[in-house]
């Protein structure tokens, strides 16, 4: 069983910066591929960005390649989402994910564990 806590959403200007993290607790986190995934208002959760158990693989959506950043320590049990240049669109609730085949994935399907989310909002 892992816990996911996902913290440091906010308030930000378009063209601002936050760094989203996700704490996990529980067993073998270093063995997990985690997942950031969101979910903005009347929509549908979509994926977001997706790191290998050991870190060297990463995939992002095309929406924000470029712009956000994913990053783990697994000795801090910690993954990262730096997200930079930000804009109203990306205005959503962020969710972290883990997901035990260790490789990176978009798939939500794919993801065994979820956080509660955290609410990113982003002012024109």
């Known amino acids: 069983q892992v816990q996911l806590v996902e913290s440091g959403g906010g308030l930000v200007q378009t063209g601002g910066s936050l760094r989203l993290s996700c704490v996990a607790s529980?067993?073998?986190?270093?063995?997990?591929?985690m997942g950031w995934f969101r979910q903005a208002p009347g929509m549908e959760r979509e994926f977001v960005a997706t790191?290998?158990?050991?870190?060297?693989?990463?995939f992002y959506a095309d929406s924000v390649k470029g712009r956000f950043t994913i990053s783990r320590s697994n000795a801090r049990n910690t993954v990262w989402l730096q997200m930079n240049s930000l804009k109203p669109e990306d205005t959503a609730v962020y969710y972290c994910?883990?997901?035990?085949?260790?490789?990176?994935?978009?798939?939500?399907?794919?993801?065994?564990?979820w956080g509660r989310g955290t609410q990113v909002t982003v002012s024109s």
């Open positions: 790191i290998s158990w050991t870190g060297p693989t990463t």
């Open positions: 529980g067993r073998a986190f270093s063995s997990y591929a």
């Open positions: 994910a883990a997901d035990a085949s260790r490789y990176a994935t978009s798939k939500q399907g794919d993801y065994d564990y």
